[in-house]
């Protein structure tokens, strides 16, 4: 992705190195799905996760605090991700502008080991993740490593571009009530339809990083939209439970099917449309 030389948002608190500690956030990141499907498919194995959560937590929590220099690749990565956030302004900005609206910009959070948020205390392990509670997307910019090491994903600096993207779409769907509907609707149903709900609002995040990408047609190059279907490809229920137990139970899926979250990433690229990306609708009916 073309990058170099353009502005980067100043909606950007750097906070790597400098971890919070605190309890695992709800929500967002891969890494937290996998340690929920292993407690869910191995229920005897609870106890060994829950170990290694509270030591990776213990851990983090002693080093809070303690500076550490940035690496030039880690800076690097770094600019780039700001300059990313500052395309998803532009963008959505106008979108916003387009519509009728005011768009309020999130802010976000590098970190690394462990964070503080509205939401609660997160660690590496979440991923990244969007907390409507302080509206910022924290991201911990080793996940995308993960991606690829674990999950199979292509590398590429496009792949952390789409993972931005989709956690600003959270955001957007924070500022158009879509989020709070879908807690509310959440609210008294059972753990099948209340999960049937989380598919529906994270593959319209996925749509919303489609319609980003669209907009920013001209800041890509070769091979960038492929690096994005393959991150959304890597981290579909589907492809996460196959991976790391053999089974795929679809009643148990939050974010979507690898199938799904490819489809309506597309969509969104090659619409441009926020008005289809209706995926509640399409889904649910």
């Not at 891969?30 to 292993?38: D, E, H």
């Not at 690829?148 to 571009?161: L, M, P, Q």
């Not at 609002?201 to 489609?210: I, K, N, T």
Request: with cysteine; charged share 20%; aromatic share 10%.
């Amino acid at each position: 992705m073309k990058w170099i030389g353009n502005r980067q948002s100043d909606n950007v608190e750097d906070r790597r190195g400098m971890s919070g500690g605190g309890k695992l956030a709800a929500g967002g990141g891969v890494i937290a799905i996998v340690f929920f499907l292993i407690k869910a498919f191995f229920p005897e194995a609870a106890p060994f996760v829950d170990t290694i959560q509270q030591s990776q937590q213990g851990q983090q929590t002693e080093q809070s605090g303690e500076p550490v220099t940035l690496t030039a690749e880690q800076k690097e990565i770094g600019d780039f991700a700001k300059t990313v956030l500052a395309y998803t302004e532009d963008t959505w900005g106008q979108i916003f502008q387009e519509n009728g609206m005011q768009y309020e910009e999130p802010k976000m959070v590098l970190f690394s080991e462990a964070v503080e948020t509205a939401c609660g205390g997160a660690t590496s392990a979440s991923g990244p993740f969007y907390c409507p509670g302080d509206q910022k997307v924290y991201v911990d910019l080793e996940f995308m490593k993960e991606l690829k090491s674990r999950f199979g994903a292509e590398g590429g600096d496009f792949a952390t571009a789409y993972v931005i993207a989709h956690e600003v779409g959270h955001h957007i769907q924070k500022l158009l009530g879509t989020s709070d509907k879908v807690r509310q609707l959440q609210s008294g149903k059972s753990e099948v339809e209340a999960n049937k709900l989380s598919v529906c609002l994270e593959l319209q995040a996925d749509f919303y990083a489609g319609v980003w990408a669209h907009y920013n047609q001209k800041y890509l190059e070769a091979g960038d939209i492929e690096e994005a279907l393959s991150a959304a490809n890597a981290v579909g229920d589907d492809a996460i439970q196959s991976k790391m137990s053999g089974q795929v139970q679809p009643d148990t899926f939050t974010h979507g099917t690898s199938e799904q979250r490819m489809y309506w990433f597309k969509k969104g690229y090659n619409s441009g449309d926020i008005k289809q990306g209706d995926t509640f609708s399409a889904l649910l009916d």
